[in-house]
């Protein structure tokens, strides 16, 4: 980096033979990294059919916001037919409190 910093231009700064070098290997890395993300999301939508209906993006988008559902709010209208909104409210139940009430509004 501290090479990099001193050439100031892009073209010389990456002539450098290290970086020859390692490039492919970092590129192969993404490369597996990314094949493991598309089998992860592909056995996603095997057991949920309607998650081939939103591209990757919008698919870890939903899965990492599992504990809080309120935050997939907009991607409703992606997954499911004639549900634009839904109201969560918090179950008064005590032996149901960990549970939510879902309204759907269509």
């Not at 089998?39 to 939508?45: H, I, N, P, S």
């Not at 990757?56 to 037919?81: A, H, R, V």
């Amino acid at each position: 980096m501290e090479k990099a910093n001193e050439a100031k231009k892009v073209i010389p700064a990456c002539q450098n033979d290290m970086l020859k070098d390692f490039l492919p290997d970092l590129q192969r890395g993404l490369e597996s990294c990314q094949r493991s993300l598309e089998q992860y999301l592909e056995g996603k939508r095997k057991n949920f059919a309607r998650f081939y209906f939103v591209d990757d993006n919008t698919l870890l988008k939903i899965l990492s916001s599992g504990s809080e559902p309120t935050s997939i709010q907009d991607e409703f209208e992606k997954l499911f037919d004639a549900i634009n909104f839904v109201k969560f409210e918090n179950n008064q139940d005590k032996k149901a409190s960990r549970e939510k009430v879902i309204t759907y509004i269509a």
